[in-house]
């Protein structure tokens, strides 16, 4: 297919040599926030798997000895109930660590109203009914309360959808953008062969006959701008790659920059990008120059 | 008929041309001659009017087989309008390809009738570089290489000598007697009487048909 001959000279097109630098800025961009945002979606599927089947039991501060004060009736409730994998209170040392980002490390636990936690695993596939755990509990300790780990993110959740979402438009802006290079192209193309092509019409041919060959020079050209586009942005991701991995980090845990780091089946879809412009290129020409065709007699 | 709404240029033309007859188109320049072909190479629609062509209505087919009609028909441009990075065979070979022939045919059909025109050690010169008379050539046996029933020509003898004029004139005579109809616009009267044939005058857009 790409050793077809041409009855059309685009080579003596002066507007072909643009699209494909237009089109390797294209696909440079689409790779960019197509890889954010398959990193973000990576990070929110495994936040999502870390959190599923954690939850939380807060019962209600009271000292040592009181009415009510007792855990084990809750304890056994939760241990009993079908779905439950685990049911683990936190000692009070674990739960002065929790607070210590807020109240630092110089105080006494005892000394402070803190409610009591109870770490409970549960299990994704077969979560417990929480609303009849919930009111079984409230039987027991009225002011107990279950908190699903994942209402503490909602937040960053919504923010992060929202991240991918702007990063989604902006790949179907690009590809909008890369639309109308090409209908430009197609276009200024029709102007510059418009007496080879009234004489290729004029005897005898189908429209299709030339629109293949804008067509086929479109994907030729969307083709070679993507691999270059492409390729740099393949050098940037692998760039940001080694930096974030050279970086280190502010604290602990905290990275002084996100870790980019791209599953195989990633790069593959990134692979496939120059393929997506050239097809796109290829039948935007080809519906620009059919459009203008129906035109003539 | 009219180009936009500019004023009309032919009018009031009621005329059969018969399959395998032989016709001159005369007139004065800018008498509407090459609008006349236009309309029968369908390079054209009139803005009122019919055109029947091979039996058909043109302003009744569709558009898609518009191209079938337009492969019966070959046309001898006053420019010759040769596509200028193609070479020789190419611009010869374009409307077998455009037909879909089988390469290997449109080689040998192209490089035959190359010969008989006198231009096989031409086959690989472009346009620019080939002589007028040469180019002329060329746009003839684009014209006549896929064997079409209806051959016009636009002033073909515009732009040679009036022996190559005349050489040229007994070519399409010979495609006539294979059973092509010919139709050759000029407004050379001189060679239309030498040649003879019915005529179709045109003056003022009407027309006026004699026999020779």
């Keep these: 297919m790409l050793r077809q001959r041409y009855d059309i000279s685009f080579d003596s097109d002066g507007s072909v040599r643009f699209l494909p630098w237009l089109l390797a800025l294209m696909v440079y961009l689409a790779a960019l926030a197509i890889a954010g945002m398959l990193l973000l979606s990576g990070t929110l599927s495994d936040w999502n798997r870390g959190l599923a089947g954690v939850l939380t039991v807060e019962l209600p501060p009271a000292p040592a000895g009181a009415a009510g004060s007792d855990p084990a009736p809750v304890l056994d409730l939760l241990r009993d109930t079908p779905g439950v994998l685990s049911a683990q209170p936190l000692s009070r040392d674990a739960i002065a660590k929790l607070v210590e980002p807020w109240l630092g490390s110089g105080f006494a636990v005892q000394d402070l109203a803190l409610p009591r936690l109870i770490d409970l695993r549960v299990d994704p596939d077969h979560p417990p009914d929480l609303p009849e755990l919930r009111a079984k509990l409230a039987g027991l300790m009225p002011e107990a309360n279950i908190e699903e780990a994942h209402q503490r993110f909602d937040k960053l959740f919504d923010l992060a959808v929202s991240v991918e979402l702007t990063a989604l438009a902006i790949v179907i802006l690009i590809a909008g953008c890369a639309i109308i290079s090409t209908i430009f192209t197609a276009r200024a193309g029709l102007a510059v062969h418009h007496d080879v092509i009234e004489i290729l019409h004029l005897l005898g041919a189908h429209d299709a006959y030339i629109t293949r060959q804008f067509g086929r020079q479109a994907l030729l050209l969307a083709l070679r701008g993507g691999i270059v586009g492409l390729g740099l942005a393949i050098v940037t991701l692998l760039g940001l790659g080694h930096a974030s991995a050279a970086a280190g980090f502010l604290g602990e845990g905290v990275r002084l920059l996100p870790v980019v780091t791209l599953r195989p089946w990633h790069w593959a879809i990134l692979v496939l990008l120059p393929f997506a412009a050239a097809l796109i290129a290829r039948v935007t020409a080809r519906l620009t120059v059919a459009r203008a065709l129906a035109r003539m007699p | ?212």
Aim: aromatic share 4%.
């Design chain 2, 1 to 212: 008929m009219r180009y936009g709404t500019g004023p009309e240029v032919l009018r009031d033309i009621n005329l059969k041309i018969d399959q395998g007859s032989f016709h001159f188109l005369t007139g004065q320049s800018g008498a509407g001659k090459s609008s006349f072909l236009k309309l029968i190479y369908l390079a054209a629609r009139p803005s009122r009017g019919l055109i029947s062509l091979f039996d058909h209505k043109i302003a009744a087919l569709p558009r898609r087989e518009l191209p079938a009609l337009r492969r019966r028909i070959g046309v001898i441009f006053q420019d010759f309008r040769l596509i200028e990075h193609l070479s020789t065979f190419d611009n010869v070979a374009l409307p077998l390809r455009v037909a879909g022939l089988a390469e290997d045919k449109v080689k040998e059909n192209v490089t035959e009738l190359l010969t008989w025109v006198g231009l096989a050690d031409k086959i690989n010169a472009r346009p620019p570089t080939l002589s007028g008379g040469q180019q002329q050539r060329v746009a003839i046996a684009r014209a006549v290489i896929g064997r079409p029933s209806l051959l016009l020509a636009d002033e073909p003898t515009g732009n040679v000598d009036d022996d190559m004029g005349l050489r040229l004139l007994r070519l399409l005579e010979e495609m006539n007697k294979l059973g092509t109809t010919v139709i050759i616009a000029t407004h050379n009267q001189h060679l239309a009487n030498r040649i003879g044939h019915a005529r179709i005058h045109l003056k003022g857009g009407q027309i006026a048909v004699s026999r020779a």
